[in-house]
Structure formats: structure tokens, C-alpha cells
């Protein structure tokens, strides 16, 4: 059955401190977000793969493709938050019906582009889940507690830790679900939410398959992430 990712590469990367958003910037004479695409790529099954970024990287990005040969994919401009960029790389997959890869799968991956550690054994099991189920995704256990505060700045009250999990990517879902998803879900939930699981859970009533990540599979946010992230690329190369 066709398999498709969405790539959210439209971030500004804020908390990195770098001008140069960090999916952009160079790790050992690749831009980070070239590492991501190629751990797809290497993927016999996925036959398509849509990134999105912002209006200002889409020139970049382009380049990017060109210059490190990537064959599967699409460039689509983002939007100003996470939904509205993985709403726009939904779409550019139901865009098309002259059966290229790029026409309407039957699941969808999405993943962050500042996660260039995936592998294909995780992507099986959440594409599976996600066909049997209609959503799936990668949990890890929290390694702080997790507070609530009020605006004055003191503690409202805690959660119990072992109730909780850090929600990771890659998700996997339907593409009928996940489309349907977002054509239900409010302006709300596209300022403020950041969970896709959770809009197919409450706007189609889906179930969503939990699986358990590595925590090698991380995700880069802050600069000292890159330098890690360039250590474990000269390991695995030399
Ligand atoms: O901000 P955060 O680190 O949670 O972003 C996760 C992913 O979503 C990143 O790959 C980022 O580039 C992407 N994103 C996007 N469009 C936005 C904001 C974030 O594609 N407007």
C-alpha cells in the first residue's frame, strides 16, 4: 500500500540561538535537514516524501534537493505554525491523481525535520499500526516531572511522572484520517495545539497505537544537540 511522509521543516528555530534556522545548518558539510530526508529515502517502501518550509527557505531548500540528489521530494510552502505547515503538506498529496508518487496514499508519516535519526524497523511498526489502528505514534518516558504554573509564576500543581509520556515522532495515519482531522478542527487547534494524535483522537474518534521509542531517535533544539548530532555522524562514518 502507498506510504507518503510529511516533513514540517517551517520552524524558525528559535531556541538554538542561530540565525540559520536549525534544520538548515551544517553538520559535517550537510545542512541537518539532508539527513532526515535520507533516512527516508534509504527506505525502499516510502515512495514519497513532501517537506515543507517557510516562504523565505523554499529557494534554500530547493538547492538543497538539487545538490544531494534527492529523488522523492516535494517542496511545499509551510504556514505560521506546525498544523498549518503539515496541513499544507497534506494537501500537496491529494493535489495530484495521475498516480505518481505523489497521489493520495493510503498512510501517512509525519516527522520532524530536526529528528535525523530514524529508522526503518520504528517506521514499519508505526506504518502498521497506523494502518490497523487509523494513528500511531513514538512515546518515551518523561525524564522530569512535569508542573503546571500559574501566570504569577508559582506552582499550580504537578502530574505523577509515571502516568505521563513525552509524545515523539514519527506519527503514522490514515490519510483519510488525518485529512478529515483537520478539516474538522477549529482555529484554536491550529494556534495553539502541537499534537497531531490528539486532533485525530478527538475529531475522528480514532484510535491511536503508542509505541516506544529510542532514546538515540532524538530530536536537535538546542545548539549543543548539533554538536552531538555531529559526533554520532563521525562514528557511524569513519
Ligand atoms: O517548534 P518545534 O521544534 O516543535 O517544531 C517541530 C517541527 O515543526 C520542526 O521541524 C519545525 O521546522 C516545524 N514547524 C513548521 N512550521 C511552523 C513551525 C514549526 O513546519 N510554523
Not at 74 to 84: C, E, I, M, Y
Not at 182 to 195: N, V
Not at 197 to 216: F, M, Q, S, V
Request: aromatic share 8%.
Amino acid at each position: 500500500f502507498p506510504v507518503a511522509v510529511v516533513l514540517p521543516a517551517g520552524g524558525s528555530g528559535e531556541r538554538t540561538g542561530l540565525t540559520t534556522p536549525k534544520q538548515f545548518v551544517t553538520v559535517l558539510n550537510r545542512p541537518l535537514i539532508s539527513y532526515t530526508i535520507q533516512a527516508f529515502e534509504r527506505v525502499s517502501w516510502i515512495k514519497a516524501i513532501v517537506v515543507v518550509v517557510a516562504k523565505e527557505t523554499q529557494d534554500l531548500m530547493q538547492s538543497i534537493v538539487h545538490k544531494f540528489h534527492h529523488v522523492k521530494v516535494k517542496v511545499v510552502q509551510g504556514g505560521s505554525t506546525r498544523h498549518r505547515s503539515i496541513y499544507n503538506g497534506l494537501q500537496a498529496l491529494s493535489e495530484q491523481t495521475d498516480g505518481s508518487a505523489f497521489t493520495k496514499p493510503k498512510v501517512v508519516i509525519i516527522h520532524d525535520a530536526v529528528r535525523p535519526f530514524v529508522e526503518e524497523d520504528l517506521l514499519l511498526k508505526v506504518t502498521m499500526a497506523a494502518k490497523d489502528q487509523g494513528a500511531s505514534g513514538v512515546i518515551r518516558p518523561l525524564v522530569s516531572t512535569v508542573i503546571a504554573t500559574t501566570t504569577e509564576g508559582y506552582l499550580d500543581h504537578s502530574l505523577e511522572r509515571a502516568k505521563y509520556r513525552a509524545s515523539e515522532m514519527p506519527q503514522g495515519f490514515l490519510y483519510d484520517v488525518i485529512c478529515q482531522a483537520y478539516q474538522r478542527c477549529s482555529e484554536f487547534d491550529f494556534e495553539f495545539g502541537t499534537e497531531c494524535l490528539h486532533l485525530a483522537l478527538h475529531y475522528c474518534n480514532t484510535n491511536a497505537k503508542l509505541i516506544e521509542g529510542l532514546p538515540t531517535q532524538f530530536k536537535v533544539t538546542y545548539k549543543r544537540d548539533l554538536a552531538a548530532v555531529e559526533s554520532i555522524f563521525k562514528e557511524t562514518l569513519s
